[in-house]
């Protein structure tokens, strides 16, 4: 987004400031750089790091500890556990995609 001169206002910096922290998002989205997968579990991004070739593996066992609570367990687990995301975005998006649509059509009529 800030790199070719649009405000990330579509959620980015909602989503990646609740898990990172507002200023390591900050940073991160004013200058991205590759992140490691060490870099993003230090910072709370991912949960684990799993050796190279080895996600699908873990995927599947998570999935299948996952599935063996009762399906009202796991909805309303899933749902108690994003609450504080989707508040955010309810809260923050709306205002910041009027950021970004605005900086959107500046960089548009500026290039005419």
């Given at each position: 987004?800030?790199?070719?001169?649009?405000?990330?206002?579509?959620?980015?910096?909602?989503?990646?400031?609740?898990?990172?922290?507002?200023?390591?998002?900050?940073?991160?989205?004013?200058?991205?750089?590759?992140?490691?997968?060490?870099?993003?579990?230090?910072?709370?991004?991912?949960?684990?790091v799993v050796p190279n070739g080895?996600?699908?593996?873990?995927?599947?066992?998570?999935?299948?500890?996952?599935?063996?609570?009762?399906?009202?367990?796991?909805?309303?687990?899933?749902?108690?556990?994003?609450?504080?995301?989707?508040?955010?975005?309810?809260?923050?998006?709306?205002?910041?995609?009027?950021?970004?649509?605005?900086?959107?059509?500046?960089?548009?009529?500026?290039?005419?």
């Amino acid at each position: 987004h800030f790199a070719v001169g649009v405000a990330p206002g579509d959620g980015v910096f909602t989503t990646w400031s609740y898990r990172a922290g507002p200023g390591r998002a900050e940073a991160f989205l004013l200058n991205p750089q590759p992140l490691t997968a060490r870099i993003a579990h230090e910072w709370g991004v991912v949960a684990e790091v799993v050796p190279n070739g080895k996600a699908l593996s873990r995927a599947r066992e998570l999935g299948e500890l996952y599935l063996k609570a009762p399906e009202v367990t796991r909805r309303n687990t899933r749902v108690h556990f994003i609450q504080p995301l989707k508040e955010r975005i309810v809260r923050e998006v709306g205002y910041g995609l009027s950021l970004e649509g605005a900086s959107s059509a500046d960089l548009v009529k500026s290039k005419k």
